[in-house]
């Protein structure tokens, strides 16, 4: 049969994390966290549970959570989003991607997506027909040339997708990257999907400069977070997006088809829990200390990198040891060393060597001291 997607492959975070369960090897490759989610939350999904809220939510999510999310998004960043037309629960923050995608491109429409790219947004662009223009990120601190993204947008293009903090890079848009953005769009149809899993996951004191910041970006900006990602649960999949209500409107016609709705108690419990920005504010310094922990380990090693800025991933070259491509290397270091990591090029990003991995550090201290040994032996 014609495969919609005929270059479709399993994905890169599936592929390598089996690998690391058939070998026994320490997984640093897919992004989740290795410890668990607090108990007062799992409390909270119990408790839901029991008393009774266990048929379908609303279809874009319940009101008090919604409300929540509108509280803490103007606390942050200072607007106001509606919590009954303008915010939605997703399945995940790939639910909410999905969806957003899928409502608004057609056949032949162009969306510029930035190399290295999170591996979901160039499929999804291709099953509804549209065409990925890539724009490859540039030198150690995976900068963007503002000026050839201007060069490559035309009538075509439909929409713009933009992940900051960044996966797999590790690298932070700045306010600098946001204004540019903004006067490029200005004056254009151009949809933005702005990917912020790791919006709370940031480091060394930047601040995070999400699209809903910026009027002019805002005005048509789809906002993707993911509760997976913050509060440690990714098994749960829960996640969000907010939008101006034409746009969300659109959306909603696709989350009806995919999912309907998502999970009812885990719903009430986020309610509850996004009552307490502690449960939030404090995981940039969380992680921050797993990074530099990780970073401290793996000193003396031939393994070098520029230190993540944000997300809970490292990206480490090995060019000193080896000149393997990178899919070769991860493969052998997973099978022969015993620890799993993602490369690079899966993310169609043309690398000078290709030569770099991917290495999530959302892991216990234990974990971390392991998969260093592992790196000083090579
Ligand atoms: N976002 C996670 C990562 O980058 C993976 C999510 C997934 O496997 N769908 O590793």
Redesign the pocket.
């Known amino acids: 049969l014609p495969s919609k997607l005929p270059k479709g492959k399993t ?1 890169i ?2 592929v390598m994390s089996s690998l690391a369960r058939e070998h026994e090897a320490i997984d640093l490759s ?2 989740f966290p290795n410890f668990e989610t607090d108990a007062r939350l799992k409390d909270l999904v119990y408790k839901a549970m029991k008393d009774g809220y266990n048929q379908y939510p609303p279809m874009n999510g319940i009101p008090e959570l919604r409300e929540q999310i509108s509280a803490k998004i103007e606390k942050l960043y200072h607007i106001k989003y509606k919590a009954d037309s303008e915010i939605t629960l997703t399945a995940g923050a ?1 639910g909410a991607i999905y969806a957003a995608i899928t409502a608004f491109i057609h056949a032949g429409d162009e969306v510029i997506v930035f190399k290295p790219a ?1 591996d979901s947004y160039e499929p999804t662009i291709k099953s509804n027909g549209g065409k990925p223009v890539p724009v490859q990120m540039k030198g150690e601190d995976f900068c963007i040339d503002w000026q050839e993204v201007k060069e490559k947008i035309n009538s075509r293009t439909k929409m713009l997708v933009i992940t900051t903090p960044h ?1 797999p890079s590790g690298t932070v848009f700045s306010k600098d990257d946001m204004q540019q953005l903004e006067a490029l769009l200005k004056g254009t149809n151009i949809i933005l999907l702005s990917d912020e899993v790791y919006e709370h996951i940031i480091f060394d004191d930047i601040e995070h400069q999400s699209a809903s910041r910026f009027p002019g970006l805002a005005e048509r900006a789809i906002v993707c977070s993911s509760f997976g990602k913050t509060f440690h649960n990714t098994g749960w999949k829960m996640g969000y997006c907010v939008a101006p209500e034409a746009l969300m409107k659109e959306i909603w016609k696709i989350h009806e088809l995919t999912v309907f709705c998502v999970n009812h108690p885990t719903q009430k419990a986020f309610a509850e829990y996004l009552k307490h920005p502690e449960n939030y504010l404090s995981l940039g310094n969380f992680y921050q200390e797993k990074r530099d922990k990780f970073l401290e380990l793996i000193k003396g090693t031939k393994f070098t990198g520029t230190p993540a800025r944000g997300t809970y991933y490292q990206v480490l070259n090995f060019a000193k040891i080896t000149d393997e491509k990178d899919t070769e290397f991860a493969r052998r270091l997973t099978i022969d060393h015993k620890l799993a990591s993602i490369p690079l090029s899966v993310f169609n990003y043309e690398q000078k060597d290709n030569s770099q991995l991917r290495f ?1 550090f959302a892991k216990t201290d234990e974990t971390l001291e392991r998969a260093a040994e592992v790196l000083h032996n090579i």
């Open positions: 994905s975070f599936s897919q992004g790939t999170y996966n999530c």
